[in-house]
T-cell receptor
Framework: GAGVSQSPSNKVTEKGKDVELRCDPI?????LYWYRQSLGQGLEFLIY????????KSGLPSDRFSAERTGGSVSTLTIQRTQQEDSAVYLC???????????FGPGTRLTVL | AQSVTQLDSQVPVFEEAPVELRCNYS??????LFWYVQYPNQGLQLLLK??????LVKGINGFEAEFNKSQTSFHLRKPSVHISDTAEYFC???????????FGKGTRLSVIA
């Protein structure tokens, strides 16, 4: 079946605007993860969902970041009042169960001007 | 909490030379170990994984890794690299139980012609 998909692939926005990033996991995968990858940096873990529940939100960089997952499927990562330091590639991954092998999407490249 | 250390942030190597990318993890009773590869402008894909059994694990593209419990290491090796192996490599670990993978900061492998 189809892999993990993310949209948009690229997003350019102005500082102060809100953005919404979308992730469609592999069908049947109960766990979903969001990461951020800044230029020259490693993977920064943001948040994970088990079903629709996110047990630990401490990885989100600030209260401008929020994420939700509905119907055990699609997830959205919302960044309010974007700042230039939010510029990065946002990666989504899913796995059959929490802790299993993760399958990654191609990422959304966010540029905040 | 589990942690992963990738000792080298960048590894340059000449084409057809051998390479070893190092990964150490914090000790735990039992762990599952993974190596992921990220080619330029792409998402991460699984290279190989150790769950149990033989400590020498073979993956795609001629890569292999050896689980060494006493040294808490899971180094990635390839006897002869190609230009196409130029990529970012991430080591990841998961303890038993329902916990997400923990990723290292990555090692950038640059293969020089």
């Amino acid at each position: 079946g189809a892999g993990v998909s993310q949209s948009p692939s690229n997003k350019v926005t102005e500082k102060g605007k809100d953005v919404e990033l979308r992730c469609d996991p592999i069908s049947g995968h109960t766990a979903l993860y969001w990461y951020r990858q800044s230029l020259g940096q490693g993977l920064e873990f943001l948040i994970y969902f088990q079903g629709n529940s996110a047990p630990d939100k401490s990885g989100l960089p600030s209260d401008r970041f929020s994420a939700e997952r509905t119907g055990g499927s699609v997830s959205t990562l919302t960044i309010q009042r974007t700042q230039q330091e939010d510029s990065a590639v946002y990666l989504c991954a899913s796995s059959l169960a929490l802790g299993d092998e993760q399958f990654f999407g191609p990422g959304t490249r966010l540029t905040v001007l | 909490a589990q942690s992963v250390t990738q000792l080298d942030s960048q590894v340059p190597v000449f084409e057809e030379a051998p390479v070893e990318l190092r990964c150490n993890y914090s000790s735990s009773v039992s762990v599952y170990l993974f190596w992921y590869v990220q080619y330029p402008n792409q998402g991460l894909q699984l290279l190989l994984k150790y769950l149990s059994g033989s400590t020498l694990v073979k993956g795609i593209n001629g890569f292999e890794a050896e689980f060494n419990k006493s040294q808490t290491s899971f180094h990635l090796r390839k006897p002869s690299v190609h230009i196409s192996d130029t990529a970012e490599y991430f080591c990841a670990v998961r303890s038993s139980g329902n916990t997400p993978l923990v990723f290292g900061k990555g090692t950038r492998l640059s293969v020089i012609a």
